[in-house]
C-alpha cells in the first residue's frame, strides 16, 4: 500500500455490545483492522468469537439490543458510525457488500431470482426494468451459472446450496462493490464447490480492485486466499499478520492452537490436536486475558488484560509471553 | 397436477358418502317429528296417511337409500314445515350467510393484518400491548353477549345503525344481495363485526406471530445488505411470508365461519342458514336439517381444496411438489 490513498476501510477501536437482560455481552470489544484496496483480510476465529458481529457493525445492521458503542469505522476516510440511516443504506448494497454463511436461508423463499436481483439493482441505480434485469442476467453469468435468462425466472429453491451462494455472490457484485465482506460463505458447501467459489471471488476482487474480509473458522481455507490475517479471540483481535508471518510464525498461544488443529501437509498422519476448553461466554467475561483458562503459557500475570503490541518488528500480538522462541528458531 | 387433484377428488367424494350416512342415521336417531307435525286431534288413518306421505313408513335403509338416490338428483327432500324442496329453501338464505360470512373474513383481514404486523414489529410498545390483550378479549367474549352489546350501543342508544334483517338487496348472478345497496350495507356491518370478533383476534396474533419470527431469519437481514427500503423489506420480504399460513387458516376458517354464524344470525335476526337451521331444529324439520349438515360439509370440502389450490399460488415450493406428482 502506497502512503498517499486511505485503505478502503479502516476500523479504528470498535467495541460493539449487546445490553441484554442477563447483562452486557461484549462481542466487539477494541477491534482495530484495516483493509486496502483489492487486497484480502482473513478474520480467523473460533465460533462466537465475534466475526459476524463485527461484520455487522461495519454493514451499519447491528440490532437491538446490540449497538456500537465506541470507536471509528472509516470508510474510504467517511465514518460510518457517524451516518445517517439514509445514508448507509445508500452504501449497503451497493459501495458495501455483503454475503452471507447460509446460502439455504439467505434468499427469500417466496420471490424469485430476478425479483430480488432487480430490486437490489432499483435500490441503487436511476434504470429501467429491463435495463436492471439486464445486469441481473450477466451478473449471474459472471458467477457461472449456466443459463442465466432461465435460471431468473427460477425460485431459490430450485437450486443447490452451491449455486444458492453464487446468486448471492452475484447479487453483492451488482453495484460493483468497493468492499465485500463474505461471512463463512463456503462453511455450508462441500470442499469441491468451495474451491471454486475461493477461486473465483479471490479472481473478481484482484481484477476489480475490491477489498476483500473474508470471514471464517477455518484457518486453512484463508491460507490459500488472504493477504493479512487478523484472529479474533472473545471479541478482540488477539494477532495480526500477514499470512505468511502468521501461519509459519504464529506467535499467540491461541493462533498457535489453531494451527494444530489445522490438518496440513507438514503435520500429515499426526493426530489433529484441539484447543483443549471452550470458547468463554462473552457475557460478563472477568477481566485478564480472555484465554487465559485455555492458555499452557498462562501465568500470574495473566491475571491482568494484555495490551496490543509489536513484539516482533511488524507484528502485533495480544499477549504477554508470546511464541518469541519459535520466531527466533525460524529466524536462526 | 391432474393425479394429485384426482386423488384429491376421490377422497372428498368418499367424505361426502360417509358424512350423508352419519349425518342421515344422526338426525334419525334426534327425534320423532310426526308428533311435532301432525296435529294431536288427527286419528290413526289420518295419522298413517300422513306417515306414508312423509316416506316415514319405511324401514331406516331404505329411507336413507330413497334419500340417497334423491340427493344424486339434486333432491334433499322436502321441509315438512314449508312444504317446499330443503335444498331451494337452503340456497334461497345462502347468499345472506355468504355475504355475512365474507364480510367479516374481509374485516378480519382489513383490521387484523395492519394492527398484527404493528404489534409484530414494536412488540414492546404501549400500542401493542394494547392490541394483544385485546385480541385476548375478542377470543374469550361470547359472540352473543358482544352481539347483544352492539345492538344496545350502536343500535338502540346512538341508533347509528340498524340491529335486525338484511334490508334492502339487490339482485346480482340471480341471488339476493345486501351489500350492493348503502343501506343493506348499513344492515350488515353490526352483524359481520360481531362475526369477524374472534377472527381479527386470530388474524393478529398469527400475522404478529409470523412478523417476529420471520424478521430474525437470514433473507430479512440480507434484504437489509442489499440496501432495500424498510418498507419494500416489509411489505414485499416480510408480508410474502407470513401471507402463506394467515392466508390458509383464515380460509379454512370460512368454513367455521359460516358454520358458527348461527350464533349471530339468531342475535341479529339475519335471515340466514344459520337462522333457519336453528328455527327447523325446534320443529324438527328433518329434511331441511340434513340438507344444511350436507350443504356444510361440501363446503368444508370445497373450501379446503380451494386454500390448496391458492397456498399453492403463494408459495413456490408447494406449487413444484404438485406438479412433480
Ligand atoms: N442479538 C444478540 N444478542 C446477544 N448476544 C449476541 C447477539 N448476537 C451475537 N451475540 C453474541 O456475540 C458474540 C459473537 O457472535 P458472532 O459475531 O456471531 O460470533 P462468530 O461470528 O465469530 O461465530 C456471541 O457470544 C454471541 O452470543
Ligand atoms: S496473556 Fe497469558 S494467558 Fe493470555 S495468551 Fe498470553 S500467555 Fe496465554
Ligand atoms: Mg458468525
Same mark, same amino acid.
Request: glycine share 8%.
Given at each position: 500500500?502506497? +502512503? ?204 476489480? +480492485? ?123 | ?325
Amino acid at each position: 500500500m502506497n +502512503g498517499t490513498a486511505p485503505p478502503t476501510l479502516e476500523v479504528r477501536n470498535l467495541r460493539t455490545h449487546f445490553f441484554t437482560r442477563a447483562g452486557v455481552v461484549k462481542a466487539v470489544d477494541d477491534v482495530s483492522f484495516s483493509v486496502p484496496r483489492g487486497k484480502v483480510l482473513g478474520l480467523v476465529g473460533e465460533s462466537g468469537s465475534g466475526k459476524s458481529v463485527t461484520g455487522f457493525s461495519v454493514m451499519g445492521l447491528v440490532d437491538p439490543p446490540g449497538r456500537v458503542v465506541s470507536g471509528e469505522i472509516l470508510f474510504q476516510g467517511r465514518d460510518l458510525t457517524k451516518l445517517s440511516e439514509e445514508e448507509m443504506r445508500d452504501l449497503r448494497g451497493n459501495r458495501i457488500a455483503m454475503i452471507f454463511q447460509d446460502p439455504m436461508m439467505t434468499l427469500n423463499p417466496v420471490l424469485r431470482i430476478d425479483t430480488q436481483m432487480i430490486e437490489t439493482v432499483l435500490a441503487h441505480a436511476r434504470v429501467s426494468r429491463e435495463e436492471a434485469r439486464q445486469r441481473a442476467r450477466d451478473a449471474l453469468g459472471m458467477v457461472g451459472i449456466p443459463s442465466p435468462e432461465e435460471r431468473l425466472q427460477s425460485y431459490p429453491h430450485q437450486f443447490s446450496g452451491g449455486m444458492r451462494q453464487r446468486v448471492a455472490i452475484a447479487i453483492a457484485l451488482l453495484h460493483r462493490p468497493e468492499l465485500i465482506i463474505a461471512d463463512e460463505p463456503t462453511t455450508a458447501l462441500d470442499v469441491t464447490i468451495q474451491g471454486q467459489i475461493l477461486a473465483e471471488v479471490q479472481k473478481l476482487s484482484a481484477t476489480t +480492485g475490491t477489498a476483500l474480509i473474508w470471514i471464517t473458522h477455518d484457518l486453512s481455507v484463508v491460507a490459500g486466499l488472504a493477504d493479512e490475517i487478523a484472529v479474533m479471540y472473545a471479541g478482540r483481535i488477539v494477532e495480526h499478520g500477514t499470512v505468511a508471518e502468521v501461519l509459519d510464525r504464529p506467535l499467540h498461544p491461541y493462533t498457535v492452537g489453531l494451527i494444530g488443529s489445522v490438518p496440513s501437509r507438514n503435520r500429515r498422519g499426526e493426530p489433529l490436536r484441539q484447543i483443549p476448553g471452550m470458547t468463554p461466554s462473552l457475557l460478563n467475561l472477568p477481566p485478564g486475558c480472555p484465554f487465559r483458562a485455555r492458555c499452557p503459557r498462562a501465568a500470574e500475570d495473566c491475571r491482568e488484560e494484555p495490551p496490543m503490541r509489536e513484539v516482533v518488528p511488524g507484528r502485533d500480538v495480544r499477549c504477554f509471553r508470546p511464541h518469541l522462541e519459535a520466531a527466533e528458531e525460524a529466524t536462526a | 397436477m391432474s393425479v394429485y387433484m384426482l386423488r384429491r377428488l376421490l377422497q372428498a367424494v368418499a367424505v361426502v358418502f360417509a358424512m350423508s350416512l352419519i349425518v342421515f342415521v344422526g338426525v334419525y336417531a334426534i327425534g320423532d317429528p310426526v308428533e311435532i307435525l301432525i296435529s294431536p286431534d288427527a286419528d290413526q288413518i289420518e295419522r298413517e296417511r300422513a306417515i306414508a306421505a312423509l316416506g316415514l313408513d319405511l324401514p331406516l335403509w331404505e329411507q336413507y337409500f330413497v334419500f340417497l338416490s334423491k340427493a344424486l338428483q339434486g333432491d334433499l327432500g322436502r321441509s315438512f314445515v314449508f312444504n317446499e324442496p330443503a335444498l331451494r329453501l337452503i340456497l334461497q338464505r345462502m347468499p345472506a350467510t355468504l355475504e355475512l360470512a365474507f364480510g367479516a373474513t374481509i374485516m378480519a383481514l382489513v383490521i387484523g393484518l395492519p394492527l398484527g404486523l404493528y404489534a409484530g414489529l414494536r412488540p414492546d410498545s404501549p400500542v401493542s400491548r394494547t392490541i394483544m390483550a385485546g385480541s385476548i378479549l375478542g377470543f374469550s367474549l361470547p359472540t352473543f353477549w358482544v352481539g347483544l352489546m352492539l345492538i344496545m350501543v350502536f343500535a338502540v342508544q346512538l341508533g347509528w345503525l340498524p340491529s335486525t334483517g338484511r334490508g334492502p338487496t339487490r339482485e346480482f348472478l340471480g341471488m339476493q344481495w345486501s351489500f350492493l345497496t348503502w343501506d343493506g350495507l348499513r344492515h350488515l356491518l353490526l352483524p359481520a363485526i360481531n362475526l369477524s370478533l374472534f377472527k381479527i383476534s386470530l388474524v393478529i396474533r398469527l400475522t404478529r406471530a409470523g412478523v417476529r419470527e420471520t424478521i430474525l431469519m437470514d433473507f430479512v437481514k440480507f434484504a437489509r445488505a442489499k440496501g432495500l427500503s424498510p418498507n419494500r423489506v416489509i411489505f414485499v420480504h416480510v408480508f410474502k411470508n407470513i401471507l402463506i399460513p394467515v392466508v390458509t387458516v383464515v380460509g379454512l376458517e370460512l368454513g367455521s365461519t359460516i358454520a358458527f354464524s348461527v350464533v349471530t344470525e339468531s342475535v341479529f335476526a339475519w335471515p340466514g342458514m344459520g337462522k333457519l337451521i336453528i328455527d327447523s331444529i325446534n320443529v324438527l324439520d328433518r329434511p331441511v336439517i340434513v340438507a344444511y349438515l350436507m350443504i356444510i360439509v361440501m363446503m368444508f370440502i370445497i373450501i379446503n381444496l380451494v386454500v390448496d389450490l391458492t397456498y399453492s399460488v403463494l408459495d413456490p415450493r408447494v406449487r413444484l411438489e404438485a406438479k412433480g406428482t
